[in-house]
């Protein structure tokens, strides 16, 4: 029996490389994006796979991609909410009128 190979497995595993690259060196939105694709195909290649794994192969591939993906979720939900924390101090200075106040 000649195995092909698992249809979205190599889809997953690049967006999960992208999720991460894609957050740590452009900003973390774009990894969210990919993340949730990569995590969307790794669980119809996945279904694909369990159908007939005897039929295919690369499913290290998929496993792969999908802590990929996490992992860049986790990386760009971090930024997301440094980001946050970041504006919030600024707008919090500008609204004490550029003055820290002593208690």
Do not use: H, W
């Not at 279904?47 to 990929?68: A, H, M």
């Not at 970041?86 to 004490?96: E, R, V």
Request: hydrophobic share 50%; with cysteine; net charge neutral.
């Amino acid at each position: 029996m000649n195995q092909q190979p698992l249809p979205g497995a190599i889809t997953v595993l690049t967006m999960g490389i992208i999720s991460i690259v894609g957050t740590v060196l452009c900003c973390g939105p774009f990894g969210i994006v990919f993340a949730i694709i990569g995590l969307v195909k790794a669980k119809s290649a996945e279904k694909l796979y369990l159908e007939q794994p005897e039929q295919y192969n690369d499913f290290s591939n998929v496993k792969t991609g999908r802590i990929l993906s996490y992992i860049g979720l986790a990386i760009a939900l971090i930024y997301l909410v440094v980001v946050i924390i970041y504006f919030g101090a600024i707008i919090a200075y500008i609204a004490s009128n550029g003055e820290f106040n002593n208690f």
